[in-house]
């Protein structure tokens, strides 16, 4: 092998309800890609327990993500689409590769920070090993593209240095058995048997944020629903919240440096130039000028457009839980199978297997 396949790959955690940053900062990128790659998509819900081991509804917020994958124009037959926990050898080779990172690439993790706060004794190992899991999840198909939101990009980053560290350590074993691909490395050749993973953020917004506060992140744990637009709202409830969104009082500007220091008009026109499918550069050419008055309801207008039909689809979808489980059953069976041949090899490599 001279190259690796490409292959993209990225998941969803099954927590609460899809919003809006998440279908423009994930699920739509994904459907965009499956028009030219191939691609698993995955409800990782064994993330999903890291911060919260007893979860009673579980199986079902599980189904509500795949009901947005498929709403969305996900395609389960072409594609891969599975949930992690039907795939074990996601956390078998994330037990490889916690004794391939390191504490202090860890500890340098600003998730677990945030998310740990200041009690970080008390907060679970899985939180803090989360980023080799995310790197198993990755590598165990040995996908060479993953879309990600801005705030991941630092866990992709960490995805690297683990495919690095074990194609260096592993470099002599990989070329004996003929399985890898050879690397530049600084400047040395290693054969690696992980790709250097890219990752895939652009768009004219890579971060959604709050319909109240500009300043703060799109999420689905703020106490305020009118802050998020919910995938499975209905048409009067997005043109509601759209229309409630937090503005200033100046018009929108002529030109895009005039956005600086206004988040909420920046985020409200990132929005728009995200679901028109056209550039912030644009939105401001056709709206420059204009009050928010005539900027939201064509906003409100054209998110109706896009985000009505995939509430409508997810709801019928969400009704017949039996075929949603039957589309993960068969994602898990060939996803498994994938990864049970890399596992299988990196076992050999590491000396865990003989054949």
């Given amino acids: 092998m001279t190259s690796f396949k490409p292959l993209v790959f990225s998941g969803v955690q099954p927590t609460g309800n899809l919003h809006l940053g998440n279908y423009l900062g994930a699920i739509r990128k994904f459907v965009d890609l499956q028009e030219s790659n191939d691609c698993i998509y995955c409800v990782v819900d064994l993330h999903a327990i890291t911060a919260q081991l007893v979860h009673g509804d579980l199986g079902a917020q599980t189904r509500s993500i795949t009901a947005a994958f498929l709403a969305s124009g996900i395609d389960p037959k072409k594609h891969i689409v599975f949930n992690q926990a039907r795939v074990p050898q996601h956390a078998e ?202 900027f939201k309801p064509a906003l409100a207008d054209l998110a109706v457009d896009k985000l009505a039909p995939i509430a409508t689809e997810m709801r019928k979808l969400e009704a017949d839980p039996a075929y949603i489980d039957s589309v993960l059953r068969d994602g898990g069976e060939r996803a498994g199978a994938i990864a049970e041949a890399t596992m299988k090899t990196v076992k050999q490599i590491v000396g865990l297997l003989d054949n």
């Fill in 93 to 294: 080779l994330a037990w490889i590769f916690n004794c391939v990172a390191r504490i202090g690439w860890m500890n340098r993790m600003t998730q677990f920070k945030d998310k740990a706060g200041k009690d970080r004794e008390n907060a679970s190992l899985g939180l803090l090993a989360y980023p080799s899991l995310m790197a198993a999840d990755i590598l165990v198909y040995r996908a060479t593209h993953v879309p990600v939101g801005d705030d991941q990009k630092q866990h992709l980053e960490l995805t690297r240095d683990i495919a690095a560290k074990f194609n260096n350590d592993f470099s002599e074993k990989i070329g004996e058995l003929g399985v890898g691909v050879e690397m530049q490395v600084g400047d040395e050749t290693v054969n690696g048997f992980f790709p250097m993973t890219e990752p895939l953020i652009d768009g004219p917004i890579t971060r959604v944020m709050s319909l109240r506060d500009g300043t703060k992140k799109m999420s689905k744990s703020d106490p305020s629903d009118l802050s998020r637009i919910n995938l499975t709202d209905d048409a009067d409830t997005i043109s509601k919240k759209i229309k409630k969104a937090k503005t200033d009082p100046e018009p929108l500007p002529s030109d895009i440096e005039g956005l600086k220091g206004r988040p909420e008009a920046e985020n409200l026109v990132g929005i728009y130039a995200a679901l028109a499918g056209t550039t912030r550069e644009q939105v401001i050419a056709d709206f420059g000028g204009q009050q928010f008055s005539v």
